[in-house]
């Protein structure tokens, strides 16, 4: 069974620092890219970030570009996102996937 379970979030004041993870199980983790979506109230899912297979290649929505970093360990079959300089924008549930499969989420709250 594919579990992708993700981790971390939480209420964090601005310019705060958070680190999500996303830890997989009954999945091929350490051949599959993975990327990091989002989704703030009342808006559609937005793509954060993109790891290749070996975590040599990765890619950020302007939004996040030098704040969020992306990372993997593929011996440990997770992925994180270090993320810091929050924003308030930044408020939303934030999701792991592959091409295929999509966690369930965790809160990210950006409030002072």
């Known amino acids: 069974q594919v579990q992708f379970v993700e981790s971390g979030g939480g209420l964090v004041q601005p310019g705060g620092s958070l680190r999500l993870s996303c830890t997989t199980s009954?999945?091929?983790?350490?051949?599959?890219?993975m990327m990091w979506y989002r989704q703030a109230p009342g808006k559609e899912r937005e793509w954060v970030a993109t790891i290749s297979v070996t975590g040599g290649g990765t890619d950020y929505a302007d939004s996040v570009k030098g704040r969020f970093t992306v990372s993997r360990d593929n011996a440990k079959n997770t992925m994180y996102l270090q993320m810091s300089r929050l924003k308030p924008e930044d408020t939303a549930v934030y999701y792991c996937?592959?091409?295929?499969?999509w966690g369930q989420g965790t809160q990210v709250t950006v409030s002072a």
């Open positions: 009954g999945f091929a983790f350490s051949w599959s890219a």
């Open positions: 996937k592959s091409s295929t499969y």
